[in-house]
């Protein structure tokens, strides 16, 4: 998928860049700095470099989470403050399966959100990694 997206944008003559991070032990470890015409993250960002407000208002902490943190207009706009910080933190935990791994000061092991609503748990494997 990768390498069909970085001939697109080679031919396209653009760049781009992975919105979700990806778990980079997905991707070919010889390719995974050389990518010219895409940037490719690891790491969540979420409550650290952006947020979500949804259409209703509601601030989350990012556009894959179902967790409601507060409402864009109340004087407390963020009330569920553990949660934002579990994020703002990097305090999620990450998946037993990748502790031992040399990516993992660069890679979240994929998105939690996205474990946390396949598997229940924010440190559980991201559904990508399925394939590993």
Do not use: Q
């Not at 860049?17 to 470890?29: M, S």
């Not at 940037?39 to 960002?45: E, I, K, S, T, Y």
């Not at 967790?67 to 207009?73: A, D, F, N, S, Y």
């Not at 990450?94 to 890679?107: D, H, I, N, V």
Request: a negative charge; aromatic letters at 6%.
């Amino acid at each position: 998928m990768v390498d069909v997206t970085v001939k697109v944008l080679e031919t396209a003559g653009s760049v781009g860049a992975v919105g979700t991070e990806i778990p980079l032990c997905v991707l070919n470890e010889d390719k995974l700095d050389k990518y010219e015409y895409l940037r490719v993250g690891g790491l969540c960002a979420a409550a650290r470099g952006f947020f979500v407000i949804d259409p209703s208002g509601v601030v989350r902490a990012c556009n894959h989470s179902p967790k409601r943190l507060g409402h864009i207009l109340a004087d407390e706009i963020i009330t569920e403050t553990d949660y934002w910080n579990t994020f703002a933190n990097r305090a999620y935990g990450l998946p037993e399966m990748c502790a031992g791994c040399k990516l993992k000061s660069r890679c979240d092991c994929g998105c939690r959100e996205a474990a946390a609503i396949c598997y229940g748990a924010l440190d559980a494997p991201d559904p990508s990694m399925a394939v590993v």
